[in-house]
């Protein structure tokens, strides 16, 4: 795969960034990063999906260049579509409850 296959979009929101990515123009994940904490809470809607490394090496490389080394990651608990268009939806839906309830409702629902 190449980068160009890729879509990445990011919106800035005070200290929380959402950054939407597209695989192929066949699935969408969110990937939502708290600047306090450095935590990144990767939302996707497919059940057994696995953080995307191209994304986790982007985002990675972009806090390397703010001085940040260690990024802490999580797999958010999110609810899973049942289809196999959904994502999409999914991933507004996602942004949309925690510009809401705040990032507080990730980091709260995601505790060890």
């Known amino acids: 795969m ?3 296959k890729k879509t990445i ?5 005070d200290l929380v960034w959402f950054l939407v990515f597209g695989f ?3 699935h969408w994940v969110l990937a939502v990063l708290d600047m306090k904490t ?4 990767y939302l996707d809607s497919i059940r057994n999906g696995t953080i995307n490394p191209m994304l986790r090496q982007i985002i ?5 260049l ?4 260690n990024v802490n990651w ?6 899973y579509q049942t289809g196999g268009t959904e994502c999409g939806y999914y991933v507004l839906k996602f942004m949309k409850e925690v510009v809401e309830e705040g990032i507080e409702i990730l980091a709260n629902d995601n505790a060890l």
Not at 66 to 69: L, M, P, R, S, V
């Open 2 to 4: 190449t980068l160009k």
């Open 9 to 13: 979009i990011l919106i800035l929101f």
């Open 24 to 26: 192929c123009r066949r």
């Open 38 to 41: 450095y935590t990144c809470y």
């Open 60 to 64: 990675d490389a972009a806090m390397a």
């Open 66 to 69: 703010h001085a940040i080394q």
């Open 74 to 79: 999580v797999k958010a608990k999110c609810p």
